[in-house]
């Protein structure tokens, strides 16, 4: 064999159209990829090839989504030099460039018959699931990992995550679904296959709405059997139809100022919009340029289509991670942002009735009963609103004893359901701190799959029927936040969590940190830093200080945020950061609360806005001017900002800094020993006094 070499194919690299054609040609395996996420890949450097001397052999296509983890879509090698290394050293070089990432993970159809081939290359079965396609083909999850410990290496019946929860929910329109299920071997059908393919398996979620059922009725009946069928191998989501007929109402009133007359296909477009709005799905998926023209003029017209979008499905596949992370983490006020929460009255009961779990089986009855009992018993029901648009969620928490209980919680279908579920989760975390709960137990039966997905994904362990999160209020040990842990347990019969011993990892460290928040280890290898601040951006990034205005939503209702800096090689992540507002003319500086560092990007300003700009507080020449000729930023990805109940003064911190040592000056990122951290923490926090 002549000389392998590996490389990282950049835009304009024209090696991207080899690597299109070498897909197609392997596309009975690797499935289908529309040429455009290769396109969008080299913008982050997402795809590399295998040369030997000069002649294309193969090539690796990846992602990294925001659970740190590398997630691995294609790796292709021709078949004459397959059990020659070039996989091997493919993969071995995204392990190099990825290597703070946990581990790699990919998805690969049993009836290929390459489980030998992933074990040789070191990765090691961590899970089953099945395909997109009709035939629901039984599917391996691989996982090869980094060698960092995590939570999971110190459990002893491990709840490992399978990648990605479904981010994106896509409505199908009535030709779509026959694509799919009823013309399926038509050569033009073929161009719908993309949406199930296996690589898609947990990132998009196709459905479909009542508009189908408005299609359905303008269809000869000799039709409507087979497509009724073809629907319900979907979930379906619907909407209110107060809300859903509101929306038709606008739709019809902007089109017939523009178009003066509109056809029965016209109405049938704009209820299929309608009703996907109304039920809070994302995406409207159709190949009906007419109708994606339609909406870009609608768009500009209608507010409530702000967020939505209709898209072909080469499109949404193309754009998935954009879209996907943008809807799903937008980062409440709840917050300072526009959501207000109310407590529901007497008067409300209709409103909270709109958060049936129809997906689960509740009956209106059911739900009814619920909200009485809660009312005779007194315990507070809330509602999450604006004030321009019904309820998105709703809640009811009471402390009984040390266990803060839950016995509702719903989110209700909206582009925000996702990251409204992530922070209600935060509020009930830091309302049990708050009232001196040690346990929080959800008990809703109905919380539906976005709310499931969310307490997984934040550290919430399911024992019995219920959900439950320990609340450590501790600054202190392994040994110590261990058996504080223990006893929280004890409190709901669970019986004793992991052996926590000293030294651990500093991303076990993390994780544990964040299931047992507010809980913070000062005997492990996590680092500590204090990060300045100027005041302009904390006010947008960590809701300090509070603004007249109210906070973005993406960055108030969220639990990520993304801080960029000139490149400093001080940092690693993950860390421990302590926020340091500068001086302003009318307030001083001060150390004002705590984050966890997830993780540190380092790309063009370009590359990074278009990763990360829903994180952050600049935009894409804001960033251009920061970098000031740079070429490179670093963007410090940070999660679960605590603020302080009493800012640190400079006076407190020289006291604390005296006893404890640390930096005088803080010109820039400054690494602090665990004992100062613990002494600043306890100075800022109440609950430890």
Known sequence: MGTL??????????????????????SRTLGMMPAGAFQDAIHWGGLIDARIDGVLVGYALFRLPRNNQ?????????????????????????QDKHSS??????????????????????????????????????????????????????????????GEPDLLEAALDLNILMDLHIRADSANAKRSQVL??????????????????????????????SMEAAANHYPRRTASASRAEELFAQLIHVSTTRHKQLSAQDEGDLWQIAEAVAAGVGVLLTWDNNLRRRFRELQKAVQALAS??????DHVVTHLDQLAQASAYQPARLQNSAYDQIRAGADDEHRLLEFIGKTSGETRGELRDLLRTLAREQVPRWLVHTVDEPAIACYAACLDGQILRVPLIRTI???????????????????????????????????????????????????GDDWYAWVVPMCGTSQDIGEAANETRRLVGAGPGPL????????????????????????????????PIQSRWSGDLLGYPIQLTTRPVELSL???QVYYRTHDAKLTAPARVVWRVSQTRYTSAAIVGTSLLDLIDVGSPARLHAALGHYGVLDLPDLEEFAAGRPTLQALRFSDTELFDRPISNRTYDRLREQHGGPKTFYGPQRINPQLFAALYQAGTEHLQ
């Open 70 to 94: 590398v997630m691995l879509s294609h790796l292709c090698v021709v078949s004459q030099v397959r059990k020659s290394g070039v996989a091997r050293a493919l993969v071995a070089e995204i």
């Open 558 to 560: 969220g639990r990520e």
């Open 413 to 463: 279908g909206h582009q925000l359901s996702d990251t409204i579920a992530r922070q209600l989760l935060w509020l009930l975390r830091r309302l049990a701190q708050e009232q001196g709960a040690r346990v929080i137990e959800v008990s809703d039966r109905h919380v539906g799959g976005v709310l499931t997905r969310a307490l997984a994904t934040d550290s919430f362990h399911h024992h």
């Open 308 to 313: 939505f979008h209709v898209l072909d499905p």
């Open 500 to 531: 926590l011993r000293p030294g651990l990892p500093a991303r076990a460290a993390a994780e544990i940190e964040r299931s047992l928040w507010p809980a913070k280890l000062i005997d492990t290898a996590l680092p500590y830093y204090v990060i």
């Open 5 to 26: 070499r590996i490389s990282e194919v950049g835009p304009g690299d024209p090696a991207v159209d080899e690597i299109i054609k070498l897909s197609k040609r392997y």
């Open 101 to 162: 990432q946990l581990g790699i993970l990919a998805k690969c159809r049993d009836d290929y018959e390459l489980n030998p081939m992933w074990e040789k290359l070191g990765f090691r079965a961590r899970s089953r699931t099945v395909g997109r396609g009709k035939d629901r083909s039984p599917m391996t999850v691989w996982w090869l990992d980094h060698g960092h410990a995590d939570l999971f290496s110190f459990l002893t019946e491990p709840e490992l995550l399978v």
């Open 196 to 225: 199930v393919a296996d690589h898609l398996v947990g990132r998009l979620r196709l459905v479909v709405t009542n508009a189908v059922d408005r299609e359905l009725a303008r269809r000869p009946e000799t039709q409507r059997a």
